[in-house]
């Protein structure tokens, strides 16, 4: 069985920095990207980061900047760096591994005061 295992989420005034971490127990496959997700309440999901297995790293234009992805697929093991957090980076926070098959974590919030 295979499972996510996200941490790092927290509480932070706006300005501040966090760091999510997440990392695969159980069996590791070959995957083609790992990511992060939010979702906002009353929103849809959105990408926020993203990891191709080539060594790409993508990000929504809201983050670009300010946030930045690393991982090891090897490993199974991905992170964000979040720095200079806004009210509207408030959600909760799913990482994401996509290849044969897709796995989610278990979401982490993240809160940001102004």
């Known amino acids: 069985q295979v499972q996510l295992v996200e941490s790092g989420g927290g509480l932070v005034q706006a300005g501040g920095s966090l760091r999510l971490s997440c990392a695969v127990s159980g069996r590791l496959f070959r995957f083609n990207t790992m990511g992060w997700y939010r979702q906002a309440p009353g929103k849809q999901r959105e990408l926020v980061a993203q990891?191709?297995?080539?060594?790409?790293?993508n990000y929504a234009d809201s983050v670009k900047g300010r946030f930045t992805i690393s991982g090891d697929n090897a490993k199974g093991t991905v992170y964000l760096q979040m720095n200079g957090l806004k009210p509207e980076d408030t959600a909760v926070y799913y990482c994401?591994?996509?290849?044969?098959?897709?796995?989610w974590g278990q979401g982490t919030q993240v809160t940001v005061s102004s």
């Open positions: 994401n591994f996509e290849g044969a098959y897709i796995f």
């Open positions: 990891l191709t297995n080539g060594g790409s790293a």
